[in-house]
């Protein structure tokens, strides 16, 4: 490895010109620790995990260790949250693992990073709208018999997103706060059911080690690692909170804890109804029924009608939630001369993302398009969106993530070990390290299993082109930033530096 010095990379003192002012981090803090944590739930999509996830992993995989293996990931990721918070109280900058890895490992593996991020979040959101079409069009089919393609209320959707994103955060915040605590309730009603009419009584089956470590362990982790996905956003925010030193860490903690044993204790109440013998082909059978046909039993028919609803509008809140990260990712990276510079441009008085909120918009668009001509002519058209749109980008997200929580963990050693003497050897080197080893090896179940994630066969070429494409992304953030550091000299000293970050920044850089 070589140094490259940089000397002290303190932002300059921001000017009084308009023109400058436009491209400025947002100088509101309007969001507090209770609404960033809603906005980090928000793109789990509760309701979505219980009646689609939960289901689908129990018909998948044929295991009952669902509920042990969400306890297992929320140890993982609390770990992972340790270095990231600490990260984020010292690294303060909407650019998150992109800024982090940049600190730890070096600007060319920072960028790098950017460019899977960028990927990645866009996959998970573009993916949900599939989900959403197909969801929208079946419910508000079989409800009023409207009976419309799936891509128009995918569009629909957007219009909804695309306005939300252009607009102050604390907007998008009590849209996604509201919709999250309904989403709680209703499946805490579903839990309180679950239990009440267990015909078999209460057991811990689900939490048994055998239940989950068994054949099929990888993909059970797999699947279950998905509904935490999003939960890593809140230090997007760090630019918008009102205390970036406690802000983002509370959030981040109480949302993994809350995430965690959540999942675990719907997951298990599932069992319960359903039966530890019937789990299996009743989850696979039914789906998403499998809910709403234990609310039919016990609440009128139009509150199992709302809980339909919701079911859909918790895929919004997901969506909300992911573009919104988007965004604020494109902008950091224009502010500090990764991306063209008008991505940075923030407007109204909530300075929101606005270039970066339409750049993803526009993205999410056109893939819409494409898939939705291609769904036109496909054997099964109504479950296209699911088996393809859906499933396969957000399997591409879920896999790119999850790598870079990994590679963040890493870099949160090398950071913290170098700027952070204060902080406890838990802290700086035995969390980050548990963290990374834990998360490498989710990362290898994913690449063994992704066939079975993705419902295709071991032989498709999808199954190394789709997490190719996280590969790819990874090159080409590579070469852009080497490219930078021939060409660009000026450019490539500010990336990762974080024009926003309050603390004095003195990196030396890793090759």
């Known amino acids: ?10 932002p300059a003192p921001a000017q009084n010109n308009p023109a400058q002012q436009s491209v400025r ?18 793109a789990s999509a509760p309701l979505t995990v219980l009646a689609g996830g939960v289901s689908s992993n129990y018909g998948v995989t044929g295991l009952l260790g669902v509920p042990l293996s969400f306890l297992i990931l929320g140890v993982i990721l609390a770990l992972f949250a340790v270095g ?46 599939g989900m959403f079409g197909f969801a929208s069009a079946d419910t508000f089919n079989a409800l009023f018999g409207i009976d419309v393609p799936w891509w128009v209320y995918a569009l629909a959707g957007w219009v909804l997103v695309g306005i939300l994103g252009v607009n102050s ?19 805490f009603a579903y839990d309180f059911f679950a239990v009440i009419d267990a015909p078999a009584g209460l057991s811990a089956d689900g939490f048994m080690l055998g239940d989950l470590f068994a054949p099929g362990v990888g993909a059970v982790l797999a699947f279950s690692m998905a509904a935490f996905m999003g939960f890593e956003s809140g230090s997007v925010y760090v630019e918008e909170v009102k205390d970036p030193e406690n802000t983002v860490r509370r959030a981040t903690f109480g949302a993994v804890i809350a995430v965690a044993i959540f999942y675990a204790v719907s997951a298990w109440a599932m069992i319960m109804v359903l039966t530890p013998e019937k789990t299996v082909a009743e989850a696979g059978e039914q789906g998403p029924g499998v809910v709403f046909s234990l609310f039919s039993a016990h609440i009128p028919n139009s509150l199992v009608v709302f809980a339909q609803v919701m079911f859909v509008t918790s895929l919004i809140a997901a969506l909300i939630s992911f573009h919104n990260v988007v965004a604020r990712y494109l ?37 819409l398009i494409v898939f939705a001509i291609a769904g036109s002519g496909s054997e099964d058209p109504i479950m296209f969106p699911v088996v393809t749109l859906f499933t396969w980008l957000t399997n591409v997200g879920s896999f790119g993530l999850i790598a870079l929580m990994a590679l963040t963990s890493f870099a949160a050693m090398a950071y913290l070990g170098t700027n952070a003497p204060e902080a406890s050897m838990w802290t700086r080197f035995v969390a980050p390290l548990l963290a990374g080893l834990s998360l ?22 999808l199954n190394w082109i789709l997490p190719g494409l996280v590969v790819l992304a990874a090159l080409f953030g590579g070469i852009w930033a080497a490219w930078l550091r021939s060409a660009r000299p000026e450019r490539y000293l500010k990336l990762g ?10 990196p030396t850089e890793r090759n």
Request: proline fraction near 3%; charged fraction near 10%; aromatic fraction near 8%.
């Open 497 to 506: 530096g974080g024009e926003a970050a309050e603390l004095e920044w003195e």
């Open 25 to 42: 981090p947002p100088a509101s803090k309007r969001i507090g620790t209770f609404s960033l944590a809603l906005m980090i739930i928000a």
């Open 84 to 129: 990231y918070a600490a990260l984020s109280a010292r690294v303060r900058t909407a650019g998150a693992f992109y800024a982090y890895v940049a600190r730890g490992l070096g600007r060319v593996t920072g960028v790098s990073a950017a460019w899977v991020a960028l990927l990645a979040y866009n996959a998970m959101q573009v993916g949900i709208y």
């Open 440 to 461: 490498s090896g989710v990362v290898v179940l994913i690449i063994t299993n992704f066939s079975f994630l993705v419902g295709i066969s071991e032989t498709s070429p």
């Open 169 to 187: 955060v604390d907007l998008s915040a009590k849209v996604l706060g509201v919709l999250v605590i309904i989403e709680f309730i209703i499946v």
């Open 331 to 367: 902008r950091t990276l224009a502010r500090e001369g990764a991306m063209p510079k008008f991505l940075a441009i923030s407007l109204g008085r909530g300075q929101a993302p606005a270039l970066g909120s339409i750049c993803q918009s526009s993205i999410a668009l056109a893939v």
């Open 1 to 10: 490895m070589t140094a490259e010095t940089t000397g002290s990379a303190t």
